[in-house]
DNA sequence: GTTCGTTGTGTTATGCTATAACGTGTGGCA
DNA sequence: TGCCACACGTTATAGCATAACACAACGAAC
């Protein structure tokens, strides 16, 4: 079990299905594998979803409709610790094949967002960087 | 009508629609505003629409399931033009009040990314890099 | 010009993704 | 005790996307 503190019993559930996948999960994948868990409806899984990435602990992968686990749950690399290492924006390297994600940031793309965004005063609220492709492993 | 050559009646017709409009589109909106020129299915719809982003004069805007006209349909500002001002991976900030979409695209971004896949290997075929938040006109 | 492959089209049916709306239960706190 | 905030459970519905099949239009090759 995963033992994140404060989280409720349905978050955790949802928690330890991300972290235990090798690659993201739909939320109707995390539904069907938490059924014997006594999970019955989508807005389960949605609802501590929501949460989950409110905190900062799971992303969604907008290009899949998925979710992953945060792969830096417990860093905070970027100075300003929020409790779970909050990061600048964070991007994800997705294999196409495999299906792997890979999680990064990157502090040089972060500045260069916010800079644009400064100019034109735009005030973003989140980020989304996605690269799909293929990973090492999965190239000829 | 737009007058790009080399476009099936549909592909012009929900180009246009993407043209006239302020904000992005959803696929259903899309057919909604082409009953009137013939459309019945959602797959008339799609089928043009993939096209047009295999072209490079429509995006997907993937945190929005929802379409845009290319801004820039007629730029090659990266030195490589591919018969529609081909450019680099194009980003976008999205206003989520008026919904607004500014498309631009940085150079600087671009390095930063393709580095970290040569780094690793990794051999990037889409990238999506989307902004969410507030464009000047609607922050108080 | 006929044959054939490719591409675009039209249609029905279906599957996947996400939320609305309502009600219940529980724990903190004045 | 009464209230409030929040998590939870359930049903129904809305919104997004594609599978599978059939037909038409076009160009290239012969």
Redesign the pocket.
């Known amino acids: 079990m995963n033992t994140t503190p404060n989280l ?4 955790s559930l949802v928690l330890d299905v991300l972290t235990r996948s090798e690659a993201p999960l ?4 995390i539904l069907d594998k938490l059924r014997d868990s ?11 979803l ?2 989950l990435i409110e905190m900062g602990i799971a992303h ?1 992968l ?1 290009s ?4 992953v686990a945060c792969a830096h749950a417990n860093e905070s690399c970027c100075g300003h610790a929020h409790g779970h290492g909050h990061h600048g924006t964070v991007a994800f390297a997705i294999c196409e094949s495999c299906g792997q994600v890979n999680e990064f940031h990157d502090h040089a793309i972060d500045d260069r967002l916010a800079g644009w965004a400064k100019e034109r005063k735009f005030k973003p609220s989140k980020t989304t960087i996605e690269i799909r492709g293929l990973c090492e492993a999965c190239m000829h």
Do not use: I, M
């Open positions: 409720t019993k349905n978050q739909s939320a109707y994948t006594g999970f019955r409806a989508p807005l389960q899984v949605y609802r501590a929501d949460k969604r907008e899949l409709n998925s979710f």
